[in-house]
């Protein structure tokens, strides 16, 4: 792969000197797309998709408030010790299943991530989860590899909706992913993006901590927009910064239906134990985060 990917090779953290690490990954992504790697198919064709608990319904009725999304990653680019030691896709999903996860993610991307459709694909064959397809998506060809390769869900981001970098609007990649049988979670994290991300027909909401040009940890902004966005009937995911109960507590206590652990379960000596000592029982006093006017039923 020539252009932005060649800089630090596939799985490698962008450059510290990059601009804006949104935008390095929107030109992989550019690249990506011309030399057809979304095209591929998995080895086997038999990857499951209609048995999994639909997304907002695991999000809602699992057995911790909030919810546990865990996902995969070999690499965090946001971390300076990017690398990480991930576990085999199909140890990493019994893994989370014992543990009480709610739902998966996994990243496919080799750039930066160190990911692959193919990981993708075994994570799917090896769990009855609901799976998340975090991409940076700007195209239908990777919402369709997600269907191909086992999803249940896409991400969409609502800031790439904002700088025109998508190749449809969002309310029509929306509607292709609902097409094929998937559901959504379109992301934020400032409040300039909130409109556009409302107005998409998602499925779910999810507001990262994380500012994906800087790569900084910005809990100042993102917080502020988990509480505008708790008045939303739809399931709100907080993303990024979870190093442990304490950050879950304070995502429940701003409204949150689920948070989405990375970098730390990567990290842990003890992956099984960490996931487990982040759920709290349904009956918690963050199940009352969101006003009982506001807090939607299962």
């Known amino acids: 792969m020539t252009g932005p990917a060649s800089a630090s090779g596939p799985g490698k953290a962008p450059s510290p000197a990059s601009s804006s690490f949104l935008k390095e990954m929107v030109a992989t992504v550019e690249e990506e797309l011309r030399a057809g790697l979304y095209s591929t198919r998995p080895a086997s064709v038999d990857v499951p998709i209609g048995h999994r608990t639909p997304w907002k319904e695991a999000l809602r009725a699992g057995p911790s408030r909030p919810a546990l999304i865990v996902e995969l990653k070999h690499a965090s680019p946001g971390r300076q010790e990017s690398r990480l030691a991930a576990l085999p896709p199909e140890r990493f999903a019994r893994l989370c299943e014992e543990a009480g996860a709610s739902a998966l993610s996994v990243i496919p991307q080799p750039y930066a991530f160190g990911g ?3 990981e993708f694909a075994k994570v799917a064959r090896a769990t009855r989860l609901p799976l998340l397809f975090k991409d940076f998506v700007i195209d239908v060809a990777q919402i369709e590899a997600a269907r191909t390769h086992g999803a249940s869900s896409v991400l969409l981001l609502a800031r790439l ?71 939303d009937p739809r399931p709100l995911v907080a993303m990024s910064g979870v190093e442990g109960p304490r950050e879950v507590a304070r995502y429940a206590s701003t409204g949150a239906d689920a948070v989405l652990v990375g970098t730390a379960f990567a990290r842990a000596s003890d992956p099984l134990g960490f ?15 969101r006003p009982a006017a506001e807090r939607p039923q299962p």
């Open 116 to 118: 692959s459709l193919e």
């Open 161 to 231: 909706a904002r700088s025109g970098d998508l190749h449809r609007p969002l309310v029509e990649l929306v509607s292709e992913a609902h097409q094929r049988g998937l559901e959504t979670l379109v992301e934020v994290h400032a409040a300039s993006e909130v409109r556009v991300a409302l107005a998409s027909g998602t499925d779910a909401l999810g507001v990262n901590a994380r500012d994906l040009g800087s790569l900084h940890l910005d809990l100042r902004t993102a917080l502020p927009v988990l509480r505008t966005l708790r008045k």
């Open 275 to 289: 996931l487990r000592s982040l759920r709290a029982p349904r009956t918690s006093p963050g199940a009352a985060a």
